[in-house]
C-alpha cells in the first residue's frame, strides 16, 4: 500500500515541478536573454550535481564519453536555448504543450533512425498528435497576432532533441547509472556554457536587479527542474514502471496551464481542442 501511495506523490511532485518550468523560463526571461538564461541554468545545474555525484564520473568508461558529450548536446544544450528562445515570443502554456510531442518523436526516431518496431494504433497516435500540434499553432497565430507563433517551430524542434535524447541513451547507454549520464552530461557542458554566457553581455549588467531576480528564478528552475527532477524521476520508475513513470507527460501542460493562466496567459476553445488531441496522440503511441 505504502508503494502505491509513494509512486502516486512521486507523480504529482514530478508534474508539478516540470510543469512549473516553463513559467520559470518565463520570469527568467524578464531580466534575461535566451541565452544568459539557458547558460545560466546548466552552470547552475552542473554546479550542484558535480558536488553531489562527482564520484558517479568513474563510472563512464572512455568509449562512453562520445554518447555521454552527443547526449549532453541534444538532450540539455539545444533544448535549454530552443525553449528560451521559442517563449520569447509564444506563451509558457503553449511551450508546455508543445514539449509534450516528446514521445510522439521518441516513436517516430526510434523506428526510422535506430531500427525499434512499433504498432500501426501507434502511427496513428503520431498523426493524431501531429494534427492537434498543427491546430494549436495555426489558430494561436491568428487568435494572438502579436505574437510570431514561428517560433512554435523552435520548441518542437527542443522537443525532437529530447526525442534523439532518449533514443541515444537507450542503445548507447542503457548499462550506466542514471546518475553518471546526467552528472557526465552537465561535465560536458560546463565549459561551453560558460564560452556563451560570456560571450553575452552578461557581466556588465549582473548587478541589475531585474538580472538578480531573473537569475533566481533560474536557480530554482536547475536545481528543482533539471536535478531534483531527475532523481525523482528514476525513483519513481525504480518503486513503479516506465510506462507509469511516462505518465507524467499527461499532466504537464494542466500545470503549466494552470501557471500561465494565473500569469494572464489565455487559450482559445480551439487551442484547448488542440491541446487534447495532442495529449490524446500521445497515449495512443504509448500504447503497446
Partial sequence: MKAVQSKWLFLVFLSLIWGSS????????????????????????????????????????????????????????FPSYLFAIAQTEIDSSISAILNSLTPLGTLVLGALVFGLHFQRSQIFGVVIGLVGSALLILNGAVNHP???????????????????????????????????????????????????????????????????????FVGILAIAGTCVANVVYFKLIQISSP????????????????????????????????AFIVLVGVYLSARK
Fill in 22 to 77: 516553463f513559467i520559470l523560463i518565463k520570469r527568467g526571461l524578464v531580466g534575461l536573454s535566451p541565452f544568459q538564461l539557458g547558460s545560466l541554468r546548466m552552470i547552475f545545474a552542473a554546479t550542484f550535481l558535480l558536488i553531489i555525484g562527482f564520484k558517479s564520473l568513474k563510472k563512464i568508461k572512455q568509449h562512453q564519453w562520445k554518447y555521454i558529450a552527443l547526449t549532453a548536446m541534444m538532450g540539455t544544450f
Fill in 146 to 216: 502579436g505574437q510570431n507563433y514561428w517560433f512554435a517551430t523552435l520548441a518542437i524542434i527542443g522537443a525532437l532533441c529530447y526525442a534523439v535524447n532518449v533514443n541515444l541513451i537507450k542503445k548507447y547507454l542503457s548499462d550506466l547509472t542514471p546518475l553518471s549520464i546526467t552528472v557526465g552530461n552537465f561535465a560536458v557542458l560546463l565549459i561551453p556554457a560558460f564560452v556563451i554566457l560570456g560571450c553575452s553581455n552578461f557581466f556588465e549588467v549582473a548587478h541589475l536587479p531585474n538580472v538578480k531576480n531573473s537569475m533566481l
Fill in 243 to 274: 510506462i507509469f513513470a511516462s505518465s507524467v507527460t499527461y499532466m504537464l501542460p494542466l500545470v503549466a496551464c494552470f501557471w500561465g493562466i494565473l500569469d494572464g496567459e489565455s487559450l482559445t476553445l480551439v487551442q484547448g481542442l488542440g
